[in-house]
């Protein structure tokens, strides 16, 4: 964590205190249900399969006639009961008519986290349920080894009648499959290497 420590951070927030957050502090939080989540900084090897993998999903053909690929931006997944906002990895949304506007969970296609085996329970269980709930179709999860290889990755797709995910796919022979919105295949290797 490098947020300066003089900085006094609340416990709850509101979307307006946010807003009105420098954007260096900003930048290192997310709030979920109201209440401050400080995020610690991913190592190297974490933010390089995040950033290669939205460069290869904006190579590959869409099933939606425009989309955008973005890494690490914020994405609001509800207002109310109380302000919660979360940061994905790597996020697949419908374009926004408008410059410089920030998707919203509605605009969400795909969402994708890198999970390593200290951020896995949050990747597996809180966030799966929290997009779920704002109804992103599908949910990929990486999961790095110690080593920082990709053991596998997890392809959740919504039940929607349900507001939960449901396993569809498991991708643990060296390639990422895809044939929801973004259609191709990618390899582990060049998420890695």
């Keep these: 964590m490098t947020i ?10 509101t979307e307006e205190q946010y807003r009105l957050l420098p954007a260096d502090v900003a930048r290192e939080i997310e709030v979920v249900h109201g ?7 991913p190592v190297p090897e974490h933010n390089r399969v995040a950033r290669r993998l939205a460069g290869a999903m904006e190579q590959l053909p869409s099933t939606e ?5 973005e890494t690490d931006i914020d994405m609001v997944l509800w207002r109310v009961p109380k302000f919660t906002f979360r940061r ?5 949304y419908r374009c926004l008519p408008e410059r410089g506007a920030k998707p919203e969970a ?8 890198v999970s390593s085996p200290s951020t896995a329970a949050e990747d597996l269980l809180d966030k799966k349920v929290q997009y ?11 999961s790095l080894d110690p080593k920082f290889e990709i053991e596998e990755v997890r392809e959740f797709r919504l039940d929607a009648h349900a507001a939960e995910y449901r396993l569809h796919g498991l991708h643990r ?18 998420l890695t290497r």
């Design 106 to 113: 509605s605009d969400a296609l795909i969402v994708v986290e």
């Design 65 to 69: 006639p425009c989309v955008r690929v």
């Design 173 to 190: 022979d060296g390639f990422l499959r895809l044939e929801h919105v973004v259609l191709g295949e990618i390899a582990f290797e060049d």
């Design 132 to 142: 779920a709930r704002a109804g992103i179709p599908l949910y990929l999860v990486i």
């Design 35 to 41: 209440h401050v989540i400080i995020c610690e900084s």
């Design 4 to 13: 300066n420590p003089s900085y006094d951070l609340p416990h709850e927030m």
């Design 88 to 92: 994905p990895d790597v996020i697949v």
